[in-house]
């Protein structure tokens, strides 16, 4: 992609004000057309947020929208909203036994929530607060608790490793997609609460975090090592498999990318962002923290190091402006032509745009430059091209300027293997449609660009301006 390495936070702000008044009205909008019990809103379908019978990993997003733009807005009536739909919709989520997906539903509803309070946006009753907490601990360690032990690995190198959190698939299986949903065990931890086991045993969840995160960079993430034929440094697989009999790794997979040897964007973008968040929050733990799991180094350095793999692969494999296509292995890219050395063309006939993967991916991409500013040479050139990719995305045609389409950002893609994106009519691929996740990164990326530029305290899940 092509940096612009003169962009500043505050060269955005004007187009931060225009999305979130468009933001206002979709929100709204989709509250009268999706209201409680109708099904958690997925993917637009000409323009109208659609449900869609999988898991309703989305409805986090859908009501956390809402504490994002007051929190970007100061409109009071977004807060009552999400507030009123967090009490009264989301109680199933938080223990949800048969997903991975807590710290999406629950982190961004009960836990900015929390935040907000706590860093004063609005006055909280004690009791409400308390009650916030309550949500994340049981998320936590709910989510804590899908484990898979994988014995025999916790000795292999560099990266340290005994389990995962699997996915829904089933023990088996560990998606790159969960390294963002660990923010649940983190705030879970942070309350002082542990996942109780078997005879009382207090299992640690920034253990199991740590453990997690092991494992999805080991696995999930090359390095150009030599690990395999197709081993590329940064590139991803959707899914890791393993023999839960004895606990060995198997080989990858993907369920939503083109085959387990390409990368699928998206997950790639859930691996930037969960790292880098995950390596702003370990840096606010005591030392003693990491003593019982080898120590800072040995537990931070995995994060780092699959962080960067995974942000500079995106900056080397991904067109001009940082927009991905949906799977940069997909089998009609090459038809394309040298799709990295122009913009992405969202309207081609050949493969679908994932503009939701970049919203995801710039955030990712400003975190680490911000984490590794004074460290790194390379701190600048993350922020500036996360700044490239979000500027793109606030404007036209990703940004949705339409009245009557729900969809925040446009030409976005969720399932295109099983066929379930719209392809209009006179086109092959998915395109001009949005979905709840690409709506709500792109939401969390504005107001988190917003607050560096208004020196606002820094953005982050787990506290307060992000500070100890």
Request: hydrophobic share 40%; glycine share 10%.
């Amino acid at each position: 992609m092509r940096i612009n390495s003169g962009l500043k936070p505050a060269d955005l702000l004007p187009k931060l004000s225009r999305m979130w008044e468009l933001s206002a009205g979709k929100i709204i909008s989709l509250e009268k057309t999706c209201p409680p019990g109708s099904g958690a809103p997925v993917f637009t379908v000409e323009g109208k947020y659609t449900a869609r019978g999988w898991t309703e990993w989305t409805q986090g997003f859908q009501y956390g929208a809402s504490a994002l733009q007051f929190d970007a807005t100061g409109d009071r009536s977004f807060l009552d909203l999400c507030r009123d739909r967090t009490l009264n919709v989301m109680a199933s989520h938080i223990t949800h036994i048969g997903v991975h997906d807590h710290g999406f539903n629950n982190v961004s509803t009960y836990g900015n929530l929390w935040r907000l309070a706590k860093e004063g946006a609005y006055e909280a009753p004690d009791y409400e607060v308390a009650f916030y907490e309550l949500a994340i601990k049981a998320s936590g360690a709910v989510q804590a608790a899908r484990w898979t032990d994988i014995p025999g690995s916790a000795e292999n190198g560099f990266f340290k490793t005994s389990g995962y959190i699997h996915s829904f698939n089933g023990p088996h299986s560990l998606f790159v997609d969960t390294i963002r949903s660990l923010r649940a065990l983190a705030m879970s931890h942070d309350f002082g609460h542990v996942l109780m086991g078997e005879k009382d045993a207090k299992i640690s969840l920034l253990g199991r975090l740590i453990e997690h995160a092991h494992a999805t960079a080991r696995f999930a993430i090359w390095y150009g090592e030599g690990r395999d034929h197709y081993d590329v440094r940064g590139r991803t697989a959707h899914e890791s498999v393993f023999n839960t009999n004895d606990g060995s790794y198997r080989c990858p997979n993907s369920q939503q990318g083109f085959s387990p040897f390409t990368t699928w964007t998206r997950g790639q973008a859930w691996a930037m962002l969960g790292f880098a968040e995950q390596l702003e929050y370990l840096a606010t733990l005591p030392d003693a923290a990491f003593v019982p799991f080898g120590g800072r180094e040995a537990v931070t350095a995995p994060f780092l190091k699959a962080a960067q793999a995974v942000c500079d692969y995106w900056i080397a494999d991904t067109p001009l402006d940082g927009i991905p296509y949906w799977d940069n292995g997909a089998s009609e890219i090459h038809k394309l032509g040298d799709w990295r050395a122009v913009a992405a063309d969202p309207f081609n006939d050949h493969e679908p745009v994932d503009s939701s993967a970049a919203a995801i991916a710039c955030q990712g991409l400003i975190r680490l430059g911000k984490y590794l500013e004074g460290k790194n040479d390379k701190a600048g050139e993350y922020v500036q091209a996360g700044l490239t990719v979000l500027d793109r995305l606030l404007e036209e045609p990703y940004l949705s300027t339409d009245a009557n389409h729900q969809g925040l950002l446009l030409h976005t893609v969720y399932h295109w293997p099983n066929g379930w994106d719209h392809v209009p009519a006179g086109a092959k691929v998915p395109r001009g449609e949005a979905c709840q996740w690409g709506d709500y990164h792109l939401r969390e990326a504005a107001l988190y660009v917003q607050r560096l530029a208004q020196g606002k305290p820094y953005y982050a899940f787990f506290g307060p301006g992000a500070a100890r």
